[in-house]
Nanobody
Framework: QVQLVESGGESVQAGGSLRLSCAASGFIFSNYKLGWFRQAPGKERECVAASLIGGNTYYADSVKGRFTISRDNAKNTVYLQMTSLKPEDTADYYC????????????????????WGQGTQVTVSS
């Protein structure tokens, strides 16, 4: 069955760095777009970074220049390197995988991702 398992979330001081990992199984990893989403208390889930088919990447404006998404298709793993963390980055972070076809190909809407991990918590203190 499909599994996405995140790890790497923890509490850090502002200005610090973290690397989140997401190990996937149960589907053809290289054929899927991958995304990292986050949800803070009382806020909607948002896509912060995505690795899209064709090597394209997406970053939310709030994380551009600070976060980097990468994927290792040989290890079926996607990473989110986070630097210069801010208290507003505090959230539960989720990885997701989506089939890429038609209008979904470059979409970063959560509804266009099919499989989700259970989430990992990141807390950034000032």
């Amino acid at each position: 069955q499909v599994q996405l398992v995140e790890s790497g979330g923890e509490s850090v001081q502002a200005g610090g760095s973290l690397r989140l990992s997401c190990a996937a199984s149960g589907f053809i990893f290289s054929n899927y777009k991958l995304g990292w989403f986050r949800q803070a208390p009382g806020k909607e889930r948002e896509c912060v970074a995505a690795s899209l088919i064709g090597g394209n990447t997406y970053y939310a404006d709030s994380v551009k220049g600070r976060f980097t998404i990468s994927r290792d298709n040989a290890k079926n793993t996607v990473y989110l390197q986070m630097t210069s963390l801010k208290p507003e980055d505090t959230a539960d972070y989720y990885c997701a995988a989506g089939r890429s076809y038609g209008g979904r190909r470059y979409s970063t809407r959560s509804s266009d991702f099919d499989y989700w991990g259970q989430g990992t918590q990141v807390t950034v203190s000032s």
